[in-house]
């Protein structure tokens, strides 16, 4: 990953967000915000894979929240 403020369509991500610290969630979240932000002005569009993960990621958040 060459830039820390994103995660790319191809670099790791947890299987697993349950088992995750809220603080870690929160992180990943705002790095795939990023990085839909920016597929979106260089692409018009995201790639499915972050797509997957924002929708993922909003899920977990939500479910923490309703806890």
Do not use: C, W
Not at 9 to 29: A, G, I
Not at 48 to 67: F, G, K, N, Q, S
Request: proline share 4%; hydrophobic share 25%.
């Amino acid at each position: 990953m060459g830039d820390k403020s994103r995660i790319a369509s191809t670099d790791s991500f947890p299987e697993d967000l349950t088992d995750l610290r809220l603080d870690t969630v929160e992180v990943l979240n705002s790095k795939v915000h990023r990085q839909l932000d920016k597929e979106y002005v260089e692409e018009g569009f995201p790639h499915p894979e972050t797509d997957a993960r924002h929708e993922d990621l909003t899920e977990e958040l939500d479910r923490r929240d309703d806890d």
